[in-house]
């Protein structure tokens, strides 16, 4: 195993303003192995990202990170985490000049992931005058020039319009299909969720838990094109009638609304029209 997590939990705050946020949660991740997590607002899915990561302290339970280099993990956040005082080529580079990488070595190694990631015009630009689109495939490229064991990425896409999304979907799917990381991926997109993924993980509505954990049955090099599928949609929807009670659990009828009103508990969910309303709800 690479990743083993054990009966984690993690609580906030003391007395009357306790927040139990996460758990218990024990799951294992095999190496190279891809996993998505989905899991209603709020059901400690970032909480988990940085417990894995060390910037959270677990309340209970354990972890442990088989790795053999000194820099093993690397995160990318939704909001980008680039630095606007710094140009693009030593944002990318930033994580190497940190683990003491000659310069010449970390040069490279950015320049590389600047190319392969669209971006070999940018190096000098600041990152403020970047897309947001462009923004987020510099945090790619950083993260992924630091080389390390393990990839966390929390709702990387979720700032991005639909069309940005699909595309840097189809180039994580490339990357990772090619560099074969650990990766652990938070995200609120089931379609997204699939295509990238070797297994994905339903959490259940605060403090988070693991309700279903499901092998994605998709042979790798996969291609985009299996978002099109019957077998894609039966999972698909196989997730969200888990997901759909917690998030609806989330929901408080309005007292005095007329039924008919109220968010619809029971539906038909087949095909493409139900994943777009959900990936836009992501958006
Ligand atoms: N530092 C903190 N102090 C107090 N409460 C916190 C802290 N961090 C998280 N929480 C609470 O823990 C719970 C889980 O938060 P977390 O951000 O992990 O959820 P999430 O599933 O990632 O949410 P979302 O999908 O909305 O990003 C929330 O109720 C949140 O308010």
Redesign the pocket.
């Known amino acids: 195993m690479k990743i083993g997590i054990r009966d984690l939990t993690?609580t906030?705050?003391r007395g009357s303003r306790t927040?139990?946020?996460?758990g218990p949660v024990s799951l294992d991740v095999a190496p190279g192995e891809f996993v998505s997590i989905v899991?209603?607002?709020?059901?400690?899915?970032?909480?988990?990202?940085?417990a894995v990561a060390g910037l959270?302290r677990p309340s209970g339970g354990r972890i442990n990170i088989r790795v053999g280099s000194p820099y093993p993990v690397a995160m990318i956040f939704?909001d980008y985490g680039i630095y606007p005082w710094k140009r693009v080529l030593e944002n990318v580079r930033f994580g190497l000049d940190v683990q003491g990488v000659d310069r010449r070595t970390a040069d490279a190694r950015a320049r590389y992931w600047l190319e392969r990631m669209g971006l070999a015009d940018f190096a000098g630009a600041w990152p403020d005058n970047l897309s947001g689109g462009m923004r987020q495939r510099v945090s790619i490229a950083r993260a992924m020039a630091a080389e390390p064991e393990v990839l966390l990425m929390?709702?990387p896409f979720a700032a991005l319009d639909a069309q940005l999304r699909s595309l840097l979907q189809e180039e994580l799917l490339e990357i990772c299909q090619t560099e074969q990381r650990t990766v652990l991926f938070?995200t609120?997109s089931l379609s997204e969720a699939i295509l990238l993924a070797d297994r994905v993980v339903v959490?259940s509505a605060?403090?988070?838990r693991i309700l279903l954990d499901r092998t994605v049955p998709f042979d790798r090099p996969r291609s985009p094109e299996i978002r099109l599928s019957a077998e894609f949609s039966a999972l698909e929807n196989e997730l969200w009638q888990t997901l759909r009670v917690e998030v609806s659990g989330q929901l408080r009828p309005v007292p005095g609304a007329p039924a008919d009103r109220r968010p619809a508990r029971t539906g038909h969910a087949t095909g493409r029209d139900n994943r777009g309303a959900r990936d836009g709800d992501d958006n």
């Open positions: 993690r906030f705050g927040v139990e946020a996460l899991g209603p607002s709020g059901c400690g899915k970032s909480t988990l990202l940085r959270v939704q929390d709702e938070v609120h959490m605060r403090p988070g």
